[in-house]
């Protein structure tokens, strides 16, 4: 079975401070996973993808597989970072969503 | 954005009462999803579809039936809405299975 995990409804951080959101999965084949972003009323848009390796709005992702985790990680949090985030895993079957982790960066 | 729209964008219903949303896409993709977002739950999927015709249950499908009988639109039915079922419903597309989805603005849907 696939699940994903997002152990933080709510983080609060400092404009400016390191942010890390976390996400752990379960799969036991070779997963693809996803962060999607989803500003205040506004639709989900993909922020990235694991296998692209590359960074999106100054945020980047790990995918470590000894650890089943894919933390998002951004070193400076900016106002407009406020929004929900959502870690997706798709395996053999359509994506599956953590519940999601809303994050506010306080000015 | 991606060439994805839904309609109606805001409905009340009662109770008991049909409903249908639309998803209509224009990039010809062949994979089309609905889910459900609920606070506490996140994105839920209720049913998707890989093509014309051929659908399959998510994780959320009771109480949902679906329809495609064209490439651009995805039909999700609520046959009989019951409150548990309001909710924020999203359609999805992806050119394949495991590939990046892009999603559709939602339609709030309010049973009272």
């Known amino acids: 079975a696939q699940r994903v995990t997002q152990p933080e409804k709510l983080l609060s951080v400092f404009k400016g401070a390191p942010v890390e959101l976390k996400c752990n999965y379960s799969?036991?084949?070779?997963?693809?996973l996803f962060w999607y972003v989803q500003y205040s009323r506004q639709r989900l848009q993909l922020l990235l993808r694991?296998?692209s390796r590359e960074s999106i709005k100054g945020f980047t992702a790990d995918l470590n597989k000894g650890e089943t985790s894919f933390h998002l990680k951004k070193p400076f949090a900016q106002e407009e970072d406020s929004a929900m985030y959502y870690c997706?895993?798709?395996?053999?079957?359509?994506?599956?969503f953590g519940k999601g982790t809303r994050l506010s960066v306080i000015a | 954005d991606a060439g994805i729209t839904q309609s109606p964008r805001h409905k009340v219903t009662e109770t008991g009462t049909p409903v249908t949303l639309r998803c209509h896409q224009t990039?010809?993709?062949?994979?089309m999803y609905w889910y459900r977002q609920d606070p506490g739950h996140g994105l839920r999927l209720i049913h998707y579809?890989?093509?014309?015709?051929?659908?399959d249950k998510g994780e959320v499908s009771d109480g949902y039936s679906v329809s495609r009988s064209k490439t651009e639109d995805f039909l999700l039915t609520l046959e009989s809405a019951t409150s548990s079922q309001t909710s924020v419903y999203f359609c999805?597309?992806?050119?394949?299975?495991?590939?990046?989805?892009?999603f559709g603005p939602g339609t709030r849907l309010l049973v009272l």
């Open positions: 579809s890989y093509g014309v015709k051929d659908t």
């Open positions: 997706a895993l798709s395996g053999n079957t359509p994506l599956v």
């Open positions: 999805a597309i992806s050119p394949r299975s495991l590939e990046t989805q892009y």
């Open positions: 990039e010809n993709h062949r994979y």
């Open positions: 799969y036991s084949g070779s997963p693809e």
């Open positions: 694991h296998i």
